[in-house]
């Protein structure tokens, strides 16, 4: 999944531009719905961030619309939004990895190796970080 592919969902939704205060919500609506299918599809596993992201951008927008906040203000929470959004997403990843990992490691531990395989089986483990 790359950056392109979202924002060719954007584009071909044709949201319109957050250029004013009456086009705010709207937009981020629209851009929000029209990504999710992409994550979805691609990596279904960042929806939850996603979604929590989707939801306090159209809170941020709705507060713009409202006169509560500026445009810059706006445009920053959206920013930080992201960043959390593949800080998330990345500490998920790390997550998965890390039980991928184990689960191969708990494979590997079996009390019922044979001698010949031992040694092999032990480099393979330290290999893959389950031994120190």
């Not at 919500?25 to 596993?45: G, Q």
Request: hydrophobic fraction near 45%; include cysteine; charge should be positive.
């Amino acid at each position: 999944m790359t950056v392109v592919a979202l924002n060719r969902a954007a584009a071909e939704a044709n949201c319109p531009k957050v250029d004013s205060r009456q086009n705010a919500v709207r937009a981020t609506m629209c851009r929000m719905n029209a990504t999710r299918p992409v994550l979805a599809e691609h990596a279904p596993a960042t929806l939850p961030a996603f979604d929590k992201m989707a939801a306090r951008n159209i809170a941020s927008a709705r507060k713009f619309a409202a006169g509560q906040i500026t445009g810059e203000q706006y445009m920053a929470e959206g920013k930080a939004r992201a960043a959390e959004f593949l800080a998330d997403t990345e500490q998920g990843r790390q997550a998965l990895e890390r039980e991928r990992l184990q689960e191969q490691c708990n494979r590997m531990a079996n009390p019922w190796i044979t001698p010949g395989l031992q040694a092999a089986a032990l480099e393979k483990l330290r290999n893959l970080g389950c031994l120190r």
